[in-house]
Each structure stands twice: as C-alpha cells, then as structure tokens.
C-alpha cells in the first residue's frame, strides 16, 4: 500500500509565506512525477506545481514567482513553499505522485487527504 501524508497547512496573513510538505510511504519502488493541486468548494482541482524525479519543474501561472517546488528523492517527499500569499490561494492543497510499486506494475496517481489553507487577515 501507498500512502501520501500532507503537512504545514494553516491560517496566514496575505503577503505571508507558508510551507507545505508531503511524505510518502510505503511499498515503493520509483516515484516519476509528484506535485501539489489545489481545490476549493464548488470548483475543479487544479494544478498548482509540479515536479520530475528530474527535477524539471512547471507552475500555474498563478504562482509564479511566489511558490516553489522541491523534492527529496531519497526521503520520497515533495515540498512547496508559498510566499507573498493571497486570498485567492486559499484552498485545500494536495499532494500527488505517480508511483511505481514495482519493476512489474505499471504506475498509478495517488492523492493525499488535502492540508486547508487559509489566508485571511
């Protein structure tokens, strides 16, 4: 089994910065793409970053040059760091990875269970 653990989330000022991270776990065996969305009530989920085991990176343009994606390869976590944030960021954030459980199983997307962020004055 795989499990993806969401962590950091909470109540900010606008303007301030906040740090997400995301642990997974489990029987694995690879991890290609990992990457953070976002979802409020009443609306789709969408993108917010992503990153390749690589490390090539892409972003809503709605956070560029606020937020930044990382990862630890050998410690299978991603983090995301949002800076200079606004109203409209807030939202549940998820965390993502494609992972390969083994050499002989294709791989699969899993989700976590969503950290709440809330930016509010």
């Known amino acids: 089994q795989v499990k993806l653990v969401e962590s950091g989330g909470g109540l900010v000022q606008p303007g301030g910065s906040l740090r997400l991270s995301c642990a997974a776990s489990?029987?694995?065996?690879?991890?290609?793409?990992m990457g953070w969305y976002r979802q409020v009530p009443g609306k789709q989920r969408d993108m917010v970053a992503r990153i390749t085991s690589d490390g090539s990176t892409n972003y809503a343009d709605s956070v560029k040059g606020r937020f930044t994606i990382s990862r630890d390869n050998a410690k299978n976590t991603v983090s995301l760091q949002m800076n200079s944030l606004k109203a409209e960021d807030a939202a549940v954030y998820l965390c993502?990875?494609?992972?390969?459980?083994?050499?002989?199983?294709?791989?699969?997307?899993?989700w976590g269970q969503g950290t709440q962020v809330t930016v509010s004055s």
């Open positions: 489990g029987s694995i065996f690879s991890i290609n793409v």
């Open positions: 993502s990875a494609v992972i390969q459980r083994s050499s002989h199983i294709q791989s699969s997307e899993y």
